[in-house]
């Protein structure tokens, strides 16, 4: 597995784990009680930029991490315009990037092993119903890597496509990106493979 985990330390850095997922779990729920507004959209946008900061991540990295994005938020305003009204569409796309990029806080201040030990303690009680503990944290684990990974290859296609002088567009990245994904998936699946998991 790819770790995206930056040494640091910040008091994001030193909280638990669990507090950690606790707080992105409740504040990803609160955004989507939030009505649709542009001051909304606002705080959305601002969210990220203070978690970077608290978390004494370089704002450099949240401008990489946001360029990762670029070709999603543009699909996500393409699309909501076509079928909402232009609030909605805004407050939507901030609130979805907001919270993948606190996501990414979240990955880069965690070892992925405590995130997985945190949520097999949480599910440890379901393990009576028949539930794997290990197997749901190693799934929340690969899921909150996941999100960074794809950005780094969506990355190093547009780097590689840059070099050679192709023209940058969604037909020119999407199979490339879509191969290197897969073939992570594939080295991913040999490697749990490897280790007993399936």
Known sequence: MISLYI???????RAPAG???????????VSFLIPPSYPAAVVFVLLPILGYLVAQLPLR???TDLLRLSFLLVFLVVTQL???DPVHAATNTARLISIILLAQVLTRTTEISGI????EKLFGPLRRFGANPEKI??????MLNSVGTLSAVINQVREAQRARGVRIAPWSWAVPVLVLSLKHADDLGDAL?????D
């Open 137 to 142: 944290g190693l799934a929340l684990g690969l």
């Open 82 to 84: 076509i079928f909402l």
């Open 193 to 197: 493979t490897a280790r007993g998991l």
């Open 7 to 13: 040494p640091g330390n910040s008091l994001v850095h």
């Open 19 to 29: 507090l950690k997922l606790l707080v992105l779990a409740l504040t990803a729920l």
């Open 116 to 119: 997985v030990a945190t949520t």
């Open 61 to 63: 990295l949240l401008v």
